[in-house]
């Protein structure tokens, strides 16, 4: 089955190490992005990439960062992960503006964790 | 004032019960609406969508969209427990990659 894949599911890190989620998709969609979502809140687009170009919301913090090598992969990097960094972290895809861009299709989300 | 305001809930109805989920939104450009059903643990996935103003109907799943009061629902009829998650608006501007969500209503119908 087509999907977006997350990895990995939970994630524990220490209070300003470097970490690196990923996120891989077998739809071949030209547009992926990365949500932030706080428990209770509103998931919160951080960026998102039609094909290689990057597109950074305003409010996300330079903390994060994110590559996209290929069609297939993106990854959201972390730099220097703070306590109220501790989120899931959702990667979704569409196909592009035009066509159906109202559907995402989003992964299961990467739990993450900073002690 | 958020762009999307959805009450939290949570929202705890018996089975076979209609269920009411609404959100009201400020940007009149907004075209598309969403509504994206959340299971525990999993990511959110498309339920409905309608394009402008009107009704939708699928299945015990019926989407309304005002876009003059900026105010849309979303209807179950004879809820099942499986019904159980948190379901989220979306909104987005037409030929346009952004959406933005609501924070999401978690329902709980009890059998």
């Known amino acids: 089955d087509a999907m977006v894949i997350q990895n990995p599911r939970y994630q524990v890190t220490q209070f300003g190490k470097p970490v690196t989620l990923s996120c891989s998709q077998t739809?071949?969609?030209?547009?992926m992005y990365w949500y932030q979502q706080k428990s209770s809140q509103a998931p919160k687009l951080l960026f998102h990439?039609?094909?290689?170009?990057?597109?950074n919301e305003a409010d996300t913090p330079d903390n994060f960062q994110s590559r996209r090598p290929n069609t297939s992969f993106c990854f959201l990097d972390i730099r220097s992960p703070g306590l109220g960094d501790a989120a899931m972290y959702l990667c979704?895809?569409?196909?592009?503006?035009?066509?159906?861009?109202?559907?995402?299709?989003f992964g299961p989300g990467t739990r993450l964790t900073v002690t | 004032q958020k762009e999307v305001e959805q009450d939290p809930g949570p929202l705890s109805v018996p089975e076979g019960a209609i269920v009411s989920l609404n959100c009201t939104y400020s940007?009149?450009?907004?075209?598309?609406f969403m509504w994206y059903r959340q299971y525990s643990r999993k990511g959110p996935e498309l339920l409905m969508y309608?394009?402008?103003?009107g009704n939708k109907e699928d299945g015990r799943f019926t989407a309304q969209v005002d876009k003059s009061s900026k105010y849309i629902s979303l209807f179950i009829r004879d809820s099942q427990p499986s019904d159980s998650a948190t379901y989220l608006c979306?909104?987005?501007?037409?030929?346009?990659?952004?959406?933005?969500f609501g924070a999401g209503t978690r329902l709980t119908v009890k059998p």
């Open positions: 979704a895809t569409s196909t592009g503006p035009g066509q159906s861009s109202y559907e995402q299709y």
């Open positions: 739809l071949n969609h030209n547009v």
């Open positions: 990439y039609y094909d290689k170009d990057f597109n």
């Open positions: 940007n009149s450009a907004f075209q598309y």
């Open positions: 309608t394009y402008s103003s």
């Open positions: 979306a909104m987005s501007y037409y030929n346009n990659n952004d959406m933005r």
